[in-house]
């Protein structure tokens, strides 16, 4: 059988790469597609892709001409919401004149065809994959759109697979969410014929628009054991340096969209910088992590013990280098929880309920006093022992391994599913 995978950025060659992996294993071929940035080609995970027997891995511009991928790139501009926040309403309603919306339409159904050929000429059968992309994304839902419905019109199924998972159990978690009714964001979603979620929690935001029957739950492929393991046979040597001397804790940023305390984030930096015994790793945010405040702030940068990186640096790398994670509702927190690393789940930094604290109430942190005495703990005693096993558990069963720890055969099995004959 037969797939096509579009990947856009880091989060999506994150989590939809388990899947490719598997899909191959099980002796079926694919295409995978990079619209993101030209640097993706050299991810240790797409490089592991492209060595794989019935993987053919090509970059947007190399299936394109020099023309098409112009015009694509300035009709995504044109859709761009932060750019037409930031031009002249006068320019705006000239490129809305100059490309409209029945232009951009033809030029769409255009390059979906040129790429849906490649995959599947003469009429063969397979599957079409993207991440969880919304209406609100930078990518224009347009050519999304256009795909799916030119992909289903030849007779193709569409599934939209997960870049990520739900690090909050709360709803309103972004700075301008004010109330509590469905994301209208993920409405979107409703033009695939299934849509994948790795467990209830991220199910809810698509339940208010798409029929109950096209979601599947089927567990984390990102965080599943059978990846971390192979995960850990494909990392890079690590750039990190140990000291076996130091309490190696890691923090990891979120975007400025969430409503994070940013200044109090700062003072917790200052008080871990404050312990000798103490190395701090500040991870900036895969995407839009220059527009942090943290990433403005230099006095923080000076601090001897504390270390700055940026995107570019693996989180598996860092969650290997680490003795504790810090959480302000991130994530990659799932995958230090699996490797039984301590989580201090800080929800006091952000306006919402963090998902591991949610489950494993012994992570959370209501207070400076708390992170300061937690710290002072594992410098003096260690960090072994630090979960109720039955509260941990609880939170895989939930949350990553749903229904149970065999993850990525059910990804393939319903990929398959989707192939009609």
């Known amino acids: 059988m037969k797939a096509l ?15 490719v992996h598997k899909w191959v294993e099980q002796g079926h071929t694919c295409d995978v597609v990079l619209m993101g940035d030209a640097q993706f080609r050299e991810d240790f995970r797409v490089v592991y892709l492209a060595t794989l027997d019935g993987v053919n891995v090509a970059r947007i511009d190399e299936i394109l001409s020099r023309m098409q991928i112009f015009r694509m790139r300035l009709q995504k501009l044109v859709l761009d919401r932060n750019f037409r926040s930031a031009m002249p309403a006068a320019l705006i309603r000239m490129c809305d004149r100059v490309l409209d919306t029945g232009k951009r339409a033809k030029f769409w159904k255009k390059i979906a065809h040129l790429i849906l050929e490649r995959s599947f000429a003469g009429g063969a059968h397979g599957v079409v994959a993207f991440d969880w992309i919304s209406s609100n994304s930078v990518f224009p839902i347009e050519f999304v759109q256009m795909v799916v419905a030119t992909a289903q019109g030849m007779g193709l199924k569409a599934v939209s697979l997960p870049h990520g998972d739900s690090p909050h159990a709360n709803h309103l978690v972004r700075v301008e969410e004010l109330k509590l009714v469905p994301h209208t964001k993920f409405a979107a979603a409703s033009m695939f014929d299934r ?45 990190l340096e140990e000291d076996a001397g130091k309490l190696k804790i890691v923090l990891f940023l979120r975007k400025s ?28 945010h895969t995407r839009g992590g220059w527009r942090q405040p943290l990433s403005r702030n230099r006095a923080l940068r000076k601090l001897e013990n504390v270390t700055f990186v940026a995107a570019d640096v693996h989180s598996a790398h860092l969650l290997a280098w680490a003795d504790v994670v810090v959480d302000i509702a991130t994530s990659v927190a799932f995958e230090a929880v699996k490797l039984n690393k301590p989580v201090l789940a800080a929800d006091y930094l952000h306006a919402g309920i963090s998902t591991v604290g949610r489950y494993i109430p012994e992570c959370i942190l209501h207070c400076r006093d708390d992170i300061y005495s937690k710290v002072e703990s594992f410098i003096n005693n260690g960090c072994d022992n630090f979960y109720v096993e039955e509260h941990r558990q609880q939170f895989l069963d939930n949350i990553v391994d749903v229904p149970d720890a065999d993850v990525l055969p059910r990804y393939v099995d319903l990929l398959e599913s989707q192939v009609t004959t």
């Open 195 to 239: 849509i994948v979620v790795p467990n209830e929690l991220c199910a809810k935001r698509f339940r208010p628009f798409a029929d109950s029957s096209s979601i599947a739950v089927l567990g984390s492929p990102r965080y599943c054991d059978e990846w971390l393991e192979k995960l850990n046979s494909l990392l890079p040597e690590s750039p």
């Open 5 to 19: 995978f579009f990947l856009r950025h880091y989060n999506d060659i994150d989590h939809i790469t388990p899947v």
């Open 257 to 284: 969209v969430f409503s994070i305390f940013w200044d109090e984030v700062g003072r917790v930096i200052q008080l871990l910088a404050a312990f000798p015994n103490v190395q701090l790793i500040v991870k900036a």
